[in-house]
């Protein structure tokens, strides 16, 4: 009989052929006269309206060809059992006049070959798809509907494979969502193992007592999140030794008949997996768990729940388990464990598969599970909310609790339902188990079909599925990282479990074991900042018992809390900050250690609280460099007309570049919160950071040069012009040296040199107003800490006019300079203005600051009455000499005038000497052979250690300071601060430093 020639062309618009390959060929003969009689082929369309929306129903399937075929195969074997004609076939007559059987049982077909190849053996089984006379679809919750049958396991088997029928019918066709799928499925697999159950213990020998037997869910069945083919872990618990042989026997048997109805029964997550014994009892399990098990077993009981036999006794058991799975993460190694099994996982994974597991692979459903349940062991010690055992649940709690951002939370929950969403699918296509996206062409568009993947304009149903993909995985996997390897983890699985349940008692308990001189004030602090039911208290609960114990390492743990609620309040309500603490890597640590030991950080903070996201970045600890610094102040000041306003400009971003300083300085000696900044090209190296002191300096110089440039700008502008006026300012003291401190002042001269056919009166007149104005702008009161603009080394001090012409400084130096102003001089360096009439000061001064001759011994001794008149009189009243980082033995200035004395007497002749750094200059003194070894090392101790102590001094009062103490809770945070445990022992050494440093000086002054 030919074949109408177009039939199957006509057909290929309803699906069909596109897996065959034939156009259609195939479902023609399969709907034709000689199948089921649903098309005509010579009129090229369906039979009647009930044929066409069957038709209809079956182009609509995941795979129309395998739909249409097992259907066939279906009506094929009724007419075999009742030995009637298609055309009478009960199943098509059912399709035609039941639409929700039709849309179900076609789904099914489309989607599961493994469970058509069932209705084929048992076409009755269809009926279990109809909707109801009440006009519900049936019921697809798991349970299990008794089966006619004289074998109980062959009835049990027919059960399930009904129950399973039901459940993926309802899932395919959207009867279901995902959560009521794997909920009915884990009640499916829990009415199976009862009826295994009691299936097993009928088989006991007569006689036999009934053994109190538990049997406990585990993994994806204890977690209520079961997928359609997976092995079903428990654990098998006795109640006492009299049961164990009756409750082997069960538990035995128990596991075949699972097996031969359903699927395996894994219970190797037991005490001792494989090895051990397949039952214990309530008491040895106990025993183990509370000697030997390792974190990965705690971290399996998160998802323990009762599911068949005795069900008191499985309840007793994780009731007796709870106190030790809630205190696993105390254990140093818990989280680096359950870190270091999920790259264990990753690397057992064939290398063929790895981009296509959507389970065990980076971006796959382990990534979501390990990072929620790591979270939960952490955290739900304190929190009972994160006790749930299915993934779903628990990621909402940690969302709800604060402890996952939102929009984390729905990403990874998106994720998570889009991976188990092809996992089933994949896996109720042949009841198998499998987490593979197939590779072949054919099985994708089926697997994309399956989804709800279609094709629009320019991109196939396949390609949609792989994009979505894609990106589920890589959200899934960042967030992995982003979670799995929180420091943050670590800082809270330290934290006993009392200290995360900050009620009033045992806050305070807290509080007082902690060392908080005032719990009950640090109490409202804590009151004030967790009250309430808020996301925002929510979180800080989260953060708290983390942030208390940082502070508690500091001397004065108090103003550290007080500092956090003063940051708090003024940033609570912004959405970044405590996401960023949170989330951000070691901000909230990083953040409490400043607060802490720095009250010159703390006032700053308090000042511009949005600079704590300087803590976040590796990169933006570290000090920037010079050129970017002064681009930047001079752009700001440029986007204003008004002086006032542009130096306010420069003001606010230099208070943040001195924030970004002071916390790099703070956090350098911090161990695992020390910053490790890359270099800007890229490259894996690391870029200048704050290791010593004379960087420091550096930086805090850098900050001053380009806010001295970016207000004379401003100062210019503000002026009347004066046409070809040159101005620079040079740098001196610890500006010139590179050596500036947190609040230091800026030691200047201001030259100028005036244009051709200017008087000297007018030209010296706008010079002294820019001056002028450049101190006035820098001196305005403003929230953001002030730049003292000093002058008083100039010639004359502050007799002498503030600002002169170059030819003026040549003509004074060159009459009355004394040697204390070449010594001074020793520092001066160009900063801002006219390069050229900087780089002309410069060489104008060359030959006084290194005259060619060195000095006379007259000079030499006059240096030495200043040092010693300036130690007498400058001292202040009362101030110990031992501890004095200035001025007191051993210190600054003795380092400072040893080495600037040996520059006067010989950098004419050694040009190594010429520089206006302290320590460049004793390094090549000694070189030179001008100092000693021994001394230069001592003399570097000295000035470094009490460089570094005037710093700290600074950071911990947030005033300026000269004196470090030698008891006390500034001595405590200097030590601290610079990376010494003991305050006493700091003392001792910097009290034999400075001996040393003097001695070692003074061999050097007196050479």
């Known amino acids: 009989m030919s074949r109408p020639t177009r039939a199957p062309g006509r057909l290929a618009r309803y699906g069909f052929g596109t897996a065959e390959g034939d156009g259609g060929a195939r479902a023609a003969d399969l709907l034709g006269p000689e199948g089921l009689r649903l098309w005509q082929p010579a009129e090229q369309e369906p039979v009647d309206e009930g044929a066409a929306e069957l038709l209809a129903a079956l182009s609509r399937a995941a795979d129309p060809d395998l739909a249409l075929r097992q259907l066939h195969r279906i009506v094929e074997a009724e007419?075999?059992?009742?030995?009637?004609?298609?055309?009478?076939?009960?199943?098509?007559?059912?399709?035609?006049?039941?639409?929700?059987?039709?849309?179900?049982?076609?789904?099914?077909?489309?989607?599961?070959?493994?469970?058509?190849?069932?209705?084929?053996?048992?076409?009755?089984?269809?009926?279990?798809?109809?909707?109801?006379?009440?006009?519900?679809?049936?019921?697809?919750?798991?349970?299990?509907?008794?089966?006619?049958?004289?074998?109980?396991?062959?009835?049990?088997?027919?059960?399930?494979?009904?129950?399973?029928?039901?459940?993926?019918?309802a899932d395919l066709t959207g009867g279901r969502g995902l959560e009521q799928t794997m909920a009915a499925l884990s009640a499916l697999a829990d009415a199976t193992l009862s009826a295994a159950y009691e299936i097993a213990v009928a088989e006991l020998a007569e006689g036999t007592e009934r053994p109190r037997l538990a049997v406990v869910a585990m993994g994806k069945c204890g977690g209520g999140e079961l997928n359609y083919v997976s092995d079903v872990d428990v654990i098998f618990v006795a109640a006492e030794d009299a049961d164990l042989s009756a409750a082997t026997q069960v538990a035995t048997?128990?596991?075949?008949?699972?097996?031969?109805?359903?699927?395996?029964?894994?219970?190797?997550?037991?005490?001792?997996?494989?090895r051990g014994p397949l039952v214990r009892t309530l008491a040895s399990h106990l025993a183990y768990y509370r000697r030997w098990a390792r974190t990965w077993e705690f971290q399996a009981l998160l998802k323990a729940r009762p599911a068949a036999g005795d069900l008191p006794l499985a309840q007793e058991w994780i009731d007796q388990l709870a106190p030790l799975v809630w205190r696993a993460a105390e254990r140093p190694e818990a989280v680096e464990d359950v870190r270091a099994m999920r790259r264990r996982i990753i690397d057992h994974i064939p290398p063929k598969e790895l981009e296509r597991e959507i389970k065990r692979g980076p971006g796959g459903l382990r990534d979501i599970e390990f990072a929620v349940q790591?979270?939960?062991?952490?955290?739900?010690?304190?929190?009972?909310?994160?006790?749930?055992?299915?993934?779903?649940?628990?990621?909402?709690?940690?969302?709800?609790?604060?402890?996952?951002?939102?929009?984390?939370?729905?990403?990874?929950?998106?994720?998570?339902?889009?991976?188990?969403?092809?996992?089933?699918?994949?896996?109720?296509?042949?009841?198998?188990?499998?987490?593979?996206?197939?590779?072949?062409?054919?099985?994708?568009?089926?697997?994309?079909?399956?989804?709800?993947?279609t094709a629009t304009p320019g991109r196939s149903a396949v390609e949609s599925f792989r994009a979505e993909w894609v990106t589920h995985a890589t959200e899934v996997r960042r967030l992995h990282a982003k979670l799995l390897y929180r420091p943050l983890l670590e800082s809270v699985a330290r934290v006993p479990a009392d200290g995360l349940r900050l009620t009033p008692e045992a806050a305070r308990n807290r509080l007082e074991i902690l060392g908080f001189a005032d719990p009950a004030g640090a109490l409202r602090h804590l009151q004030a900042l967790t009250g309430g039911v808020s996301r925002t208290a929510a979180i800080q609960r989260t953060l708290l018992p983390v942030l208390l114990?940082?502070?508690?390492?500091?001397?004065?743990?108090?103003?550290?809390?007080?500092?956090?609620?003063?940051?708090?309040?003024?940033?609570?309500?912004?959405?970044?900050?405590?996401?960023?603490?949170?989330?951000?890597?070691?901000?909230?640590?990083?953040?409490?250690?400043?607060?802490?030991?720095?009250?010159?950080?703390?006032?700053?903070?308090?000042?511009?609280?949005?600079?704590?996201?300087?803590?976040?970045?590796?990169?933006?600890?570290?000090?920037?460099?010079?050129?970017?610094?002064?681009?930047?102040?001079?752009?700001?000041?440029?986007?204003?007309?008004?002086?006032?306003?542009?130096?306010?400009?420069?003001?606010?971003?230099?208070?943040?570049?001195?924030?970004?300083?002071?916390?790099?300085?703070?956090?350098?000696?911090?161990?695992?919160?020390?910053?490790?900044?890359?270099?800007?090209?890229?490259?894996?190296?690391?870029?200048?950071?704050?290791?010593?002191?004379?960087?420091?300096?550096?930086?805090?110089?850098?900050?001053t040069d380009a806010t001295l440039a970016a207000a004379l700008r401003?100062?210019?502008?503000?002026?009347?012009?004066?046409?070809?006026?040159?101005?620079?300012?040079?740098?001196?003291?610890?500006?010139?040296?590179?050596?500036?401190?947190?609040?230091?002042?800026?030691?200047?001269?201001?030259?100028?040199?005036?244009?051709?056919?200017?008087?000297?009166?007018?030209?010296?007149?706008?010079?002294?107003?820019?001056?002028?104005?450049?101190?006035?702008?820098?001196?305005?009161?403003?929230?953001?800490?002030?730049?003292?603009?000093?002058?008083?080394?100039?010639?004359?001090?502050?007799?002498?006019?503030?600002?002169?012409?170059?030819?003026?400084?040549?003509?004074?130096?060159?009459?009355?300079?004394?040697?204390?102003?070449?010594?001074?001089l020793l520092r001066a360096r160009f900063v801002c203005g006219d390069a050229d009439l900087g780089a002309e000061f410069e060489a104008m001064i060359e030959p006084v600051r290194y005259p060619a001759d060195g000095l006379t011994r007259e000079q030499v001794v006059e240096i030495r009455r200043i040092k010693a008149r300036v130690e007498t009189e400058r001292l202040p009243r009362g101030a110990d000499p031992a501890t004095h980082t200035k001025l007191g033995r051993g210190g600054l200035a003795d380092v400072e005038w040893a080495v600037q004395l040996v520059q006067l007497r010989h950098a004419g002749a050694i040009p190594e000497l010429r520089g206006t750094r302290t320590l460049d200059a004793l390094a090549a003194a000694e070189r030179a052979g001008l100092i000693d070894p021994a001394d230069a090392a001592e003399m570097a101790a000295g000035w470094s250690l009490a460089a570094q102590v005037r710093n700290a001094l600074m950071?911990?009062?947030?005033?300026?300071?000269?004196?470090?103490?030698?008891?006390?809770?500034?001595?405590?945070?200097?030590?601290?601060?610079?990376?010494?445990?003991?305050?006493?022992?700091?003392?001792?050494?910097?009290?034999?430093?400075?001996?040393?440093?003097?001695?070692?000086?003074?061999?050097?002054?007196?050479?």
């Open 549 to 703: 114990s940082e502070f508690a390492d500091a001397p004065e743990p108090d103003r550290g809390l007080l500092n956090y609620r003063k940051v708090s309040d003024k940033l609570g309500s912004t959405p970044w900050y405590l996401r960023l603490l949170r989330d951000g890597g070691p901000v909230a640590r990083r953040l409490a250690r400043v607060l802490a030991l720095s009250r010159y950080v703390a006032d700053l903070l308090a000042r511009d609280p949005e600079a704590l996201r300087l803590l976040a970045e590796e990169n933006e600890l570290a000090p920037r460099a010079p050129e970017v610094l002064r681009e930047g102040f001079l752009a700001a000041a440029a986007r204003h007309t008004d002086p006032v306003e542009a130096t306010s400009a420069v003001r606010a971003l230099r208070r943040r570049e001195l924030v970004r300083v002071a916390c790099a300085d703070l956090l350098c000696r911090a161990g695992a919160l020390a910053p490790s900044p890359t270099r800007a090209d890229g490259a894996n190296r690391p870029a200048r950071g704050l290791s010593d002191i004379t960087e420091v300096g550096t930086a805090l110089a850098d900050v």
């Open 374 to 453: 790591l979270l939960q062991l952490v955290h739900g010690r304190g929190d009972e909310t994160l006790r749930p055992p299915g993934t779903i649940p628990a990621l909402r709690a940690l969302v709800a609790g604060g402890y996952v951002g939102r929009a984390d939370g729905e990403a990874l929950l998106r994720g998570y339902r889009f991976l188990r969403s092809v996992e089933h699918r994949l896996q109720l296509q042949g009841l198998r188990r499998t987490h593979t996206v197939p590779a072949e062409p054919g099985a994708l568009r089926w697997l994309a079909a399956a989804l709800g993947f």
């Open 714 to 824: 401003a100062a210019q502008a503000s002026q009347p012009a004066s046409e070809g006026l040159r101005f620079a300012v040079i740098g001196m003291g610890r500006l010139g040296g590179y050596e500036s401190n947190y609040l230091s002042d800026a030691d200047v001269l201001f030259v100028y040199d005036p244009p051709p056919g200017t008087s000297e009166s007018a030209a010296s007149a706008a010079a002294h107003a820019v001056a002028e104005e450049l101190r006035r702008l820098l001196g305005v009161p403003a929230p953001d800490p002030p730049l003292g603009v000093d002058a008083d080394l100039r010639p004359e001090g502050r007799q002498g006019p503030l600002v002169r012409s170059l030819a003026a400084y040549a003509q004074y130096y060159a009459r009355w300079s004394r040697v204390w102003e070449a010594q001074a």
């Open 253 to 274: 048997r128990l596991i075949s008949i699972c097996g031969l109805v359903a699927w395996p029964v894994d219970a190797a997550l037991r005490p001792e997996g494989s």
């Open 79 to 169: 007419g075999r059992s009742t030995e009637g004609s298609t055309a009478e076939s009960p199943l098509l007559a059912d399709l035609h006049k039941d639409p929700g059987l039709r849309r179900r049982l076609i789904a099914v077909l489309g989607a599961s070959a493994a469970l058509g190849d069932h209705l084929v053996a048992h076409p009755e089984h269809y009926r279990a798809l109809r909707t109801a006379p009440d006009g519900l679809a049936p019921t697809a919750e798991g349970r299990l509907e008794p089966a006619d049958g004289g074998n109980p396991v062959a009835a049990l088997r027919t059960a399930y494979r009904l129950a399973l029928l039901r459940i993926a019918a």
């Open 955 to 1007: 950071l911990v009062r947030g005033r300026a300071g000269d004196q470090l103490p030698r008891h006390g809770v500034e001595l405590a945070g200097v030590a601290r601060l610079l990376g010494r445990d003991d305050p006493g022992e700091f003392l001792d050494e910097y009290l034999r430093t400075g001996r040393r440093s003097r001695a070692a000086a003074e061999r050097v002054l007196d050479a």
